[in-house]
């Protein structure tokens, strides 16, 4: 029994991240040292506790791909088609690999104009050419049609250009060590595995090696392959795009709605986790704000559970029906529910400033969604727009008017996320959410340097080595408005701006 279960009206106060802070400990952590690895879900690691939120401003494959390089992970949005959601995946997962167990091929008789609109699809630079029976015929890459002029892509064949057999090649199962001796002794760029019978079975780039030196906090799966989530609805052709992702690869499902709490969602879980085509791929449900329905995800068999009913910077879920937990009550709640079931939270939405980021994990979260924070990196979808000399992005809900609505493209696939897939007309929706701007903050590594970095001094000052620590001893003190007010900048007007803080 918590007070959120009893009859007390007034029982349960919910509390949010300004309403609280952490109190500093004894401590001997030193901020770069601290180990900020956490679990995402029940089978996913992630060295930083982040995660972009499936968000159209915020999430397809640019950012999935830099969020996952920095340590964290992209959940891709759903407000597309199944096609143009399973295309996200792929570029994702052939971003970059300790080896491509599926090469993108391409034939002899292709031409040139074929190969470009390939390398410029998956952003390579080149790409084994094979027959219907896979055998390696030969490599194509930039370097081969450098002076071969653009009127000619359409009538000149790639077996023309290509580098012909023998080429550089090894077995599955080669040892790093080869691989970097073979790349420096033959100057190649690519090295295609091969069968006994010459058939094409994987191929391992320069560039990725490299990739795995500069980015080692990676997130990854066992094939080396960066990991990357895909929202899915309940409702519709909800189970169809989820088995289409899972066939791309996708390393978890998110069952993404505004509220869990409901057969069908919970359904919708519980026939993905039955799902033999999907052992493997984690699912995550939400959302929840409550004990009971954190409880209700847990007996589903969710992987994790999102936590967050109106905390949003762009919604008005609270404000349109009245409904929701602040923040780090509903963190608080869930938590109550999950921790004993050993599933991990997500806490979704409501974050401001990176010190934010501790106090969910200290409240129960073993990870943060963010949105407004994320959606002014350069890796969010969208252009750059300028307004009175300064840069913004774009940044709307998915309950906003112009997610939801349907004119100008065939369906909207956000509507169902707020239970109104039944409503055919845009005139007769009801927005929980709003469409606006937030300020450009430039490259997504130098965005997430800050967050983490903010975490890191939280950990500095509680005294935790690790999240597991950081979770286990650390407490709050709750705050007044003149805490609060103590706590920001005051009695200045700031004359220069702080990379890690906005009002
Ligand atoms: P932040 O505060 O990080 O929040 O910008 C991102 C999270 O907000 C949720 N979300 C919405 N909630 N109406 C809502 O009530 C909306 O239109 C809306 N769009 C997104 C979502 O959980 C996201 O991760």
Do not use: W
Not at 135 to 159: Q, S
Not at 387 to 413: D, E, H, L, P, V
Not at 432 to 447: D, F, I, K, N, T
């Amino acid at each position: 029994e918590t007070p959120a279960d009893s009859h007390d009206p007034f029982a349960l106060v919910g509390l949010t991240y300004d309403d609280v802070l952490l109190l500093p400990g004894e401590t001997d952590v030193i901020p770069s040292e601290a180990d900020t690895a956490t679990r995402l879900s029940r089978g996913i690691e992630i060295s930083a506790p982040v995660v972009s939120a499936a968000m159209d401003t915020v999430t397809e494959a640019p950012m999935a791909i830099a969020m996952a390089r920095q340590g964290g992970i992209g959940i891709l949005h759903r407000n597309l088609s199944i096609e143009d959601q399973v295309r996200q995946v792929d570029k994702v997962k052939r971003s970059e690999s300790g080896m491509i167990s599926d090469p993108v091929t391409i034939t002899p008789d292709a031409t040139l104009k074929d190969l470009d609109d390939l390398c410029a699809h998956y952003r390579v630079s080149g790409l084994p050419v094979v027959d219907a029976e896979k055998t390696l015929l030969g490599i194509i890459t930039n370097r081969d049609i450098r002076f071969v002029p653009a009127e000619d892509y359409l009538t000149t064949k790639v077996y023309e250009k290509m580098t012909a057999q023998p080429l550089i090649t090894a077995r599955d199962g080669i040892a790093s060590e080869e691989v970097i001796r073979l790349f420096s002794e033959h100057r190649v760029e690519k090295l295609p595995l091969v069968d006994d019978a010459g058939r094409l079975t994987g191929l391992i780039t320069v560039k990725d090696f490299d990739k795995a030196d500069k980015y080692p906090q990676a997130t990854k799966d066992a094939e080396g392959r960066l990991r990357v989530g895909a929202a899915v609805g309940f409702f519709g052709e909800g189970f169809d795009r989820a088995m289409s992702l899972v066939e791309a690869g996708v390393d978890t499902l998110v069952v993404d709605t505004a509220n869990g709490h409901t057969r069908g969602v919970l359904d919708m879980i519980a026939k993905l986790k039955a799902e033999p085509a999907a052992a493997g791929v984690d699912v995550i449900g939400g959302q929840a704000a409550t004990r009971r329905g954190a409880q209700a995800l847990v007996d589903a068999g969710a992987d994790a559970i999102k936590v967050g009913v109106g905390p949003g910077s762009i919604c008005t879920t609270r404000v349109v029906a009245g409904v929701g937990v602040p923040q780090i009550t509903a963190i608080h709640e869930s938590a109550k529910a999950a921790r004993p079931a050993g599933v991990p939270l997500i806490a979704d939405g409501g974050l401001q400033h990176p010190g934010d980021i501790g106090k969910a994990l200290v409240a129960g979260a073993d990870s943060v969604m963010l949105g407004s924070l994320l959606a002014g990196a350069a890796e969010s979808p969208g252009d750059l727009v300028f307004s009175n000399g300064k840069q913004f992005k774009a940044y709307r809900g998915m309950g906003s008017m112009g997610a939801m609505q349907t004119r100008g493209k065939n369906t909207s696939y956000s509507k169902d996320r707020y239970f109104q897939a039944d409503v055919p007309e845009d005139e007769e929706l009801i927005p929980e959410g709003v469409e606006g701007r937030v300020p450009y903050r430039g490259p997504l590594s130098a965005v997430l340097h800050q967050l983490v970095g903010g975490l890191r001094q939280t950990m500095f000052y509680v005294g935790a080595h690790t999240v597991d620590e950081l979770k286990a001893h650390s407490s709050f003190v709750r705050i007044t408005p003149a805490g609060l007010k103590e706590s920001h900048p005051h009695d200045i007007s700031m004359t220069v701006e702080a990379p890690n803080y906005q009002r």
